[in-house]
């Protein structure tokens, strides 16, 4: 099984190193790419000083915009397996190969790694206020789609041939994350979770403030809401 | 019902602002398909600047007291549609902009593999300058 990791990254040239001694470590058998939509720092440097393809967009496409680039070249390179994993450090490699799992058993499209499955409780798990906000969209999602899922904002996820093509074709933008679990529901793709622990960001601020939360809540609410029905 | 003065100027007005769009598009600067909803509601609006009764008989159909409310609902109608053609037209230029970022994207690292393929079989400079 061919496999790509795209790592998005936006400024995140002192994250990123970390990250990629990581995968290099405990997913030695998956080729990389980092998607660097104009950082202003030295973040395709470093990428490319430590091996990895460099997706290099001369303008800022936002993280589903450089999500989708990644889905474009792994359909292009025909990778059979994608698993997306954030440049901030706050996901850990070592459980690409059981993300991967599902897949290669055949028994789901797209992987979502969970921070909230599992007993053995503990790593990061985000303030209240953000934890009732996955709350609210684990029940949207269950209410428009059917689909069960415990973590929907989670960006550690693998992907098998189907949902690459289906992302290389229509990928959410803005805040994509729970929108793109509706689209794989909708378009027929199963979706399932495995455990996963993550991390609190090691550097820099989350790109969500206050106002950024509330924008958050109506466009994903929306999105999700008016996203059409299979094709 | 219009005073036959200020029918006279609406009409140029509106006439000037069609002209204007055609030659836009004549020279180039905006294209036929984006003129379309200017060049049609402008049209639209010169009928009802030269035939006020339409725009009476359109009142009364709607309930409408003052004739020249109607008009104003008119207006706004036109900028509106015209705006929201302009929004239609800018998120589908976004979505191509964010298409082709992404092909430059990919394109600029199949050109860097290449250019790292082919200085490895050419490991000296010297052979290529020769
Ligand atoms: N290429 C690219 N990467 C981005 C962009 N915006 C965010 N990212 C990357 O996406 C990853 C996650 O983004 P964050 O803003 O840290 O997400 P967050 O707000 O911390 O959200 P959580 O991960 O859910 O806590 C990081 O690796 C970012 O570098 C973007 O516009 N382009």
């Known amino acids: 099984m061919r496999v790509l990791v795209i790592v998005p990254a936006y400024n995140e040239e002192r994250n990123l190193p970390g990250v990629l001694r990581a995968l290099h470590e405990h997913a030695p058998f998956a080729d990389v790419c980092v998607v660097d939509d104009g950082s202003s720092d030295a973040t395709a440097e470093v990428a490319a000083s430590h091996g990895a393809t460099v997706l290099q967009a001369p303008i800022n496409l936002g993280i589903g915009g450089a999500m989708q680039t990644g889905y474009l070249w792994a359909q292009r390179r025909g990778y059979d397996a994608a698993v997306q994993i954030d440049g901030d450090g706050q996901h850990d490699p070592r459980f690409i190969p059981a993300a991967l799992a599902p897949l290669r058993d055949g028994v789901a499209d797209v992987v979502i790694g969970s921070r909230f499955l599992g007993e053995d409780a503990g790593g990061f798990r985000s303030t209240a206020a953000r934890r009732a906000g996955i709350r609210y969209l684990c029940w949207l999602l269950r209410l428009t789609n059917g689909v069960r899922v415990t973590d929907p904002t989670s960006g550690f996820r693998a992907t098998g041939r189907a949902a690459i093509a289906l992302y290389a074709k229509s990928y959410p933008s803005d805040y994509p994350e729970p929108e793109a679990i509706a689209v794989a529901q909708r378009s027929g793709l199963r979706v399932v979770e495995v455990p996963v622990r993550m991390a609190a960001r090691e550097h820099g601020e989350s790109s969500i403030g206050t106002l950024g939360a509330l924008y958050y809540f109506v466009k994903v609410s929306l999105s999700i809401l008016l996203l059409p029905g299979a094709p | ?130």
Not at chain 2, 8 to 36: I, Q
Not at chain 2, 49 to 66: C, D, F, G, S, Y
Not at chain 2, 69 to 88: C, E, Q, R, S
Not at chain 2, 97 to 107: N, P, V, Y
């Open chain 2, 1 to 130: 019902m219009i005073p036959f003065r200020l029918q006279v100027a609406g009409v140029v007005v509106l006439l000037a602002l069609l002209l204007w769009v055609l030659w836009l598009v004549r020279t180039g600067r905006v294209s036929l398909r984006e003129s379309l909803s200017w060049v049609l509601s402008t049209v639209a609006a010169i009928v009802f600047t030269i035939h006020p009764e339409l725009l009476a008989a359109l009142a009364h159909a709607l309930q409408i007291e003052v004739a020249s409310n109607a008009l104003f609902a008119l207006a706004i109608l036109y900028v509106l549609w015209n705006l929201m053609t302009l929004t239609i037209a800018t998120s589908v230029n976004a979505r191509k902009i964010r298409r082709l970022t992404q092909e430059c994207a990919m394109l600029r690292a199949e050109l860097e593999e290449q250019r790292a393929a082919r200085s490895q079989s050419q490991p000296s400079p010297t052979g290529e300058s020769s």
